[in-house]
C-alpha cells in the first residue's frame, strides 16, 4: 500500500487516544487519581504534563485493525478534488470520531483552542454570553443565566436550547463545540442565538453583545428570620474558599438556619465538592468513585467543618448536576440536611481531561460514583425530600416557591 508521510504522527494520535479510552479505567486512572483535582466532575483542571505519543507506543496487535483507516487515508489523498489535504484537519477529525463513536455525551475531543476556552471558563473569567449550560443533550441549553451579565438582560431562561448560531443550524453538532466555537466570543462582538423554548410554539433569534464575563461563585446573605442563605453557582478554583468565608460570615450572626442553594449549578471540580460538603458532615464518606473493573474509591469528608450541625435547608432542582449532586445526595444520606425542589440532573460520571502533544485535550470518562448509601445517581438523579416546582407563572411574575419552602421547614415549629 502507497504511504503518507505523516502517517506515523496520525497513528500516534489515533492509537494514544484509543489507548487512553481503552484503559481510562484500569492503569491509568492510578496515576490520575493521585494528581490534585485529577479525577473530576463536571469542567475539570487540565493536567500540566502532556503524555509522550512514543511513550504510548504503536501495538502490533492494532494493525490489522486499523488496516481499513489506512486504505481510506490513502484513498482520500489520492482522489479528493481539493489538494493539498490539511493531514492535522484530518488527524483531529478522526479523534472525534473516534470519541463520538463510544456513545458518551462526556468524552470527547478538544482542539488547542477550545482547550483554552475550557480552562478560562474554570478560572472565573471569560468572554461569552454569561449562562451556565448543560452540553449533554442534543443542542446546548441554558442551565440559568448569570446575574448581571448579557444572557441574562436578553432573557434567556433555564431550559432554552440553541437550535442555530447566528443563522447556523447546529443540529447534529457537538454541543460543547458550539458553545466554546459558536457562542463564546470576544467581549464586545455580537451572537444571534436562535432559541427553542418549552412552551413556546415557534423558535425565536435573540441577539447578545458578548461580554467579559467574571462568575461570582458563591453569594450570600441572611435573610428575615436569621436565616443564612448561601447560593453556590459552580465548584470552580476558588469555590471552596469563598464557601467557607462566607459561612464564617453568616455564623458570626449565629444563624437559626441556613438554605443551600445548589439550584442550576452544572458541576466542576470533586475536590472541591468533598471539601463543601465536609464543611456540613463532620465525619464518614462523601462518595464513592466506582471504575470499570468494580473497584470502589470512597472519598472521606475533611475535618474542621464550620457548619456540622446547624438545621439546614438545600435547594436543588433539574440543572443541579454533578458535583453538586454529590454533595446533594451526601447531605441526604445522612440526614443532615432536608431537599427541596425537583429532581437532579443525574450527572453521575466522572471525566479525565488528558492533555495530547498536539495541544488538544481528550476528554475521558473513567468511573461513575454513588452517593454515601451506595445510590447510584447518573442517568436517575437525586429525589427531593419536599417536591416543589416553578412553574412559568411563577418565574414570569419572580415568584421563588422553593425558596418560600425552604424557609417554612426551617421556621416550623
Known amino acids: 500500500m502507497k504511504t503518507n508521510p505523516v502517517r506515523s504522527l496520525v497513528l500516534i494520535f489515533v492509537t494514544l487516544a484509543l489507548v487512553v479510552c481503552s484503559f481510562g479505567g484500569g492503569a491509568l486512572t492510578g496515576y490520575f487519581v493521585s494528581q490534585q483535582r485529577g479525577i473530576v466532575l463536571g469542567p475539570p483542571r487540565i493536567q500540566t504534563t502532556p503524555v509522550s505519543p512514543t511513550e504510548a507506543g504503536t501495538p502490533a496487535d492494532l494493525a490489522e485493525t486499523f488496516a481499513p483507516f489506512w486504505e481510506a487515508w490513502d484513498l482520500v489523498h489520492q482522489m479528493y478534488v481539493d489538494q493539498p489535504l490539511n493531514d492535522t484537519a484530518l488527524m483531529e477529525g478522526a479523534i472525534r470520531g473516534m470519541m463520538e463513536a463510544l456513545n458518551d455525551p462526556y468524552s470527547g475531543y478538544w ?18 454570553i454569561g449562562a451556565y449550560v448543560d452540553t449533554g443533550g442534543e443542542y446546548l441549553t441554558i442551565i440559568n443565566p448569570i446575574p448581571g451579565t448579557p444572557a441574562e438582560a436578553a432573557g434567556l ?33 455580537d451572537v444571534t442565538l436562535t432559541i427553542r423554548r418549552e412552551g413556546v410554539d415557534e423558535p ?9 464575563i467574571v462568575i461570582p461563585s458563591v453569594t450570600a446573605e441572611m435573610l428575615d428570620n436569621n436565616i443564612a442563605y448561601i447560593q453556590v453557582s459552580i465548584f470552580g478554583d476558588d469555590t471552596d474558599t ?5 459561612l464564617r460570615e453568616a ?46 474509591r470512597p472519598y472521606e469528608a475533611r475535618s474542621g467543618g464550620l457548619a456540622t450541625e446547624i438545621p439546614m435547608v438545600v435547594l436543588v432542582n433539574e440543572y443541579s448536576a454533578s458535583a453538586s449532586e454529590i454533595v446533594a445526595g451526601a447531605l441526604q444520606d445522612y440526614g443532615r440536611a432536608t431537599l427541596v425542589g425537583t429532581t437532579t440532573f443525574g450527572k453521575g460520571s466522572v471525566q479525565n481531561w488528558m492533555p495530547l502533544s498536539n495541544g488538544g485535550t ?38 421563588d416557591p422553593q425558596l418560600e419552602a425552604a424557609i417554612q421547614i426551617l421556621t416550623r415549629p
Do not use: C, K
Request: without cysteine; charged residues 25%; aromatic residues 6%.
Open 111 to 128: 482542539d488547542v483552542r477550545e482547550t483554552q476556552d475550557a480552562n478560562n471558563a474554570m478560572t472565573g473569567e471569560y468572554d461569552g
Open 157 to 189: 431562561r433555564p431550559g432554552d436550547q440553541i437550535i442555530a448560531v447566528d443563522g447556523e443550524d447546529v443540529t447534529g453538532m457537538d454541543p460543547d463545540l458550539v458553545r466554546l466555537t459558536r457562542v463564546m466570543g470576544p467581549a464586545g462582538t
Open 204 to 212: 425565536f433569534d435573540v441577539t447578545i453583545t458578548r461580554a467579559h
Open 242 to 246: 469563598e464557601l467557607r468565608e462566607a
Open 251 to 296: 455564623m458570626a450572626n449565629n444563624p437559626s438556619g441556613l438554605i443551600l442553594d445548589l439550584r442550576n449549578n452544572g458541576g466542576g471540580y470533586l475536590n472541591v465538592a468533598v471539601n463543601i460538603a465536609s464543611e456540613f458532615i463532620p465525619q464518614g464518606v462523601i462518595l464513592y468513585e466506582v471504575y470499570g473493573d468494580g473497584t470502589r
Open 362 to 399: 481528550l476528554r475521558v470518562t473513567i468511573a461513575r460514583w454513588e452517593t454515601p448509601n451506595g445510590r447510584s445517581i447518573h442517568g436517575q438523579g437525586i429525589d427531593p425530600d419536599v417536591v416543589v416546582e416553578m412553574t412559568e407563572a411563577d418565574y414570569e411574575a419572580g415568584r
